[in-house]
């Protein structure tokens, strides 16, 4: 499950414009150093992505392509302000 499908499925205002293809930064997150540096480097496609994000930092990732396992229990996670959502101003997708 990736923190996009969490999010969502706890009801945390995480985006997610695509629906967790990878073509929007708007699940954008901020982790931490060492959760950051714990997972596989992004794909180019993400990076491409994060690219478009509000707030870009050096352990930014999108929550759809972050995959959560049991040891990411109690994991600490930072919105952004604000996000880009090139698709339409107002639309909230809703999770399959």
């Given at each position: 499950m990736t923190l996009l499908n969490v999010a969502?499925?706890?009801d945390i205002a995480?985006?997610?414009?695509c629906e967790g293809v990878c073509a929007c930064s708007t699940c954008h997150v901020?982790?931490?150093d060492e959760v950051y540096e714990a997972l596989?480097?992004?794909s180019?496609?993400?990076e491409d992505?994060?690219?478009q994000a509000f707030g870009l930092t050096s352990t930014s990732r999108l929550g759809c392509q972050v995959t959560l396992e049991q040891k990411h229990d109690n994991l600490l996670?930072?919105?952004p302000i604000a996000t880009r959502n090139f698709y339409v101003d107002g639309h909230v997708p809703k999770p399959h």
């Open positions: 969502h499925a706890n995480l985006e997610g414009a901020i982790l931490e596989p480097i992004p180019e496609d993400e992505m994060l690219d996670v930072t919105l």
